[in-house]
């Protein structure tokens, strides 16, 4: 490994702070390319996730090259990346495995610590980082001879921990005192979401040609792991419904759908605005609700202002201990549906899938991938919905959510797990008959 900052240990997953906490923090790996997408370093969050693309390069050209062996890689026109690399990789590999002394070896990993430690002391954290980095590859020189055990694993890795965060907060500091000499990197600018409906909107002018269209909600993302593709469905099918109901927003069947890189939910014929709701408002005391001359009271107008009612439409009611209140019918005029999702899908249901690892990837928001895309169509409109750095659009090309499925199957993407699933089965079946 060549940094003890960023090191990390798979691909294509996240990866939870360990022993190594300090230095890497939340990780993924990306194929075929592969780059490091690292969310911590050295203990402080990256308000900017950095990346780091440097593995699986050849994969990439052998395939574009049509060769077989990273060997045959034509590194220009008269030399190949054998010819170049291999006796190299070689000899590396013979002194990282059978040659390298272990007692030489631990003495350098004691001196190289010994060194970085007096470096932060003396407040140059770039000559401490380089011994730092000494310090690790020393370590995978003495883990690739066999020559760490379990408790000195974790005791190395506590002391390169402890000092990538010395080595972090003093570069921070350093760079603070210095007036940040190479400039800051502003935050990402937040999303500007499609206009909503206005809120005075009547259900007429809402929609000219029907009272409900269809509605679907899309998040595309990197590649999923399978377990959280099917938590993640399980979840939106038991709370899409009682959310809508919530909502009062009317509506038919629900669908929650998903492919390793989106998740969908497809309601059909959700209503354009909500249904106007009733309730009754308790107010102060009956009591205290007028004057002496039988006027209202700063109180009772203070209630009804804030309830828009007028203080004449006001009624007396007592409740369980007898103790009379003023009572006011308030009415709630239903608001598009557009407004409402656009205000709840965000906090309401995306924040509150429940996921075995996240990351974070742009703003504060995070997820078990970084998302690339969100669609949110009702019926031809967007819903003006903002969530994990982006807002709401048509990304998978759809014009209106009645063309989403239609769009999928037309590109080969099936939608439905169940369906998937199926579609393996009798491929695997047919493919076993012909084989006999």
Not at 78 to 89: A, I, K, V
Not at 215 to 221: D, Q, Y
Not at 356 to 380: C, D, E, I, N, Q
Request: hydrophobic fraction near 40%; glycine fraction near 8%.
């Amino acid at each position: 490994m060549t940094c003890a900052l960023w090191r990390t240990t798979g691909r294509a997953q996240c990866w939870a702070p360990g022993a190594w906490a300090g230095r890497c923090g939340w990780t993924a790996w990306r194929s075929p390319s592969s780059p490091t997408s690292s969310r911590r370093a050295g203990g402080a969050t990256l308000e900017h996730p950095a990346v780091e693309i440097t593995y699986g390069m050849e994969r990439i050209m052998m395939s574009l090259q049509g060769v077989t062996n990273f060997k045959d890689i034509r590194y220009n026109e008269t030399l190949t990346y054998g010819e170049l690399f291999l006796q190299n990789e070689y000899e590396m590999s013979v002194y990282n495995m059978d040659e390298a002394d272990v007692a030489d070896q631990r003495a350098r990993f004691e001196l190289f610590e010994r060194e970085a430690r007096r470096l932060v002391a003396r407040r140059l954290p770039v000559p401490a980082y380089d011994h730092l980095l000494k310090l690790s590859h020393t370590f995978n020189i003495l883990d690739a001879r066999g020559a760490v055990g379990v408790t000195e694993r974790a005791n190395c890795f506590a002391v390169m921990r402890n000092l990538a965060r010395d080595i972090t907060g003093l570069w921070l500091s350093r760079r603070e005192e210095l007036g940040h000499p190479l400039g800051l990197v502003a935050p990402p600018a937040p999303p500007n979401p499609t206009p909503a409906p206005p809120s005075g909107t009547s259900r007429a002018e809402v929609s000219s040609e029907a009272a409900q269209h269809s509605f679907v909600l899309e998040i595309g993302t990197e590649e999923l792991p399978p377990e959280e593709v099917q938590s993640c469905v399980q979840q939106l099918r038991q709370r899409v419904g009682p959310l809508l109901q919530q909502l009062r927003l009317q509506h038919g069947t629900i669908r929650c759908e998903a492919t390793p890189r989106r998740l969908a939910v497809l309601v059909a014929d959700l209503a354009t605005a909500q249904t106007s709701a009733e309730s009754q408002v308790r107010g102060p005391p009956w009591k205290q609700a007028f004057t002496a001359s039988g006027q209202p009271s700063p109180a009772l107008l203070g209630f009804c202002k804030k309830n828009g009612v007028d203080p004449a439409e006001v009624t007396k009611a007592a409740d369980n201990k007898g103790v009379e209140y003023v009572y006011a019918c308030v009415k709630e005029v239903g608001r598009p549906a557009a407004q409402v999702l656009a205000e709840a899908l965000p906090g309401l249901l995306l924040d509150k899938l429940a996921l075995k690892k996240s990351m974070r990837w742009r703003g504060p928001a995070t997820f078990s991938r970084p998302v690339r895309w969100l669609l949110a169509l009702h019926g031809p409109s967007v819903v003006p919905l903002c969530w994990a750095g982006l807002a709401g659009g048509a990304a998978t090309r759809v014009h209106t959510a009645e063309a989403y499925l239609p769009s999928l199957a037309a590109a080969d993407i099936t939608l439905s797990c169940e369906e998937r699933q199926q579609q393996i089965w009798d491929a695997v079946s047919s493919a076993a008959r012909q084989a006999g």
